[in-house]
Nanobody, 124 residues
């Protein structure tokens, strides 16, 4: 399976962006789609996750209510980012895992099997 992100860009503070993640190939048991962020020189950090049905969503602390993760279908999910702030500037990376989890207030990344290339979000 391959993951391709789209929707990033440069925006002013207060604006919104919607990031899409599209999976192609054999999905198999990759039931959880995840959005993570990675700042320069730092480890990736989970932001939000959604299960295969879209019925269960998971967020790291301090993500809601500005960000919402949703599914279009089994192969496509998106992250709605509202009221963006400069602190949201980061590279946002889509990932897939057999299951979703939250550990110590953060969306878990330990089970990730596939990563996308990421899309840059810059807020000024």
């Amino acid at each position: 399976v391959q993951l391709v992100e789209s929707g990033g860009g440069s925006v002013e503070a207060g604006r919104s962006l919607r990031l899409f993640c599209a999976a192609s190939g054999y999905i198999g048991n990759m039931n959880c789609m995840i959005w993570a962020r990675q700042d320069p020189g730092k480890d990736r950090k989970g932001v939000a996750a959604i299960d295969a049905s879209g019925g269960a969503t998971f967020y790291s602390e301090n993500i809601r209510p500005r960000f919402t993760i949703s599914r279009v279908n089994k192969t496509t999910a998106y992250l709605q980012m509202n009221d963006l702030a400069p602190g949201d500037t980061s590279r946002y990376i889509c990932a897939a895992a057999p299951r979703c989890s939250v550990v110590a207030g953060l969306v878990g990344l330990a089970d990730v099997r596939v990563w996308g290339q990421g899309t840059q979000v810059t807020v000024s």
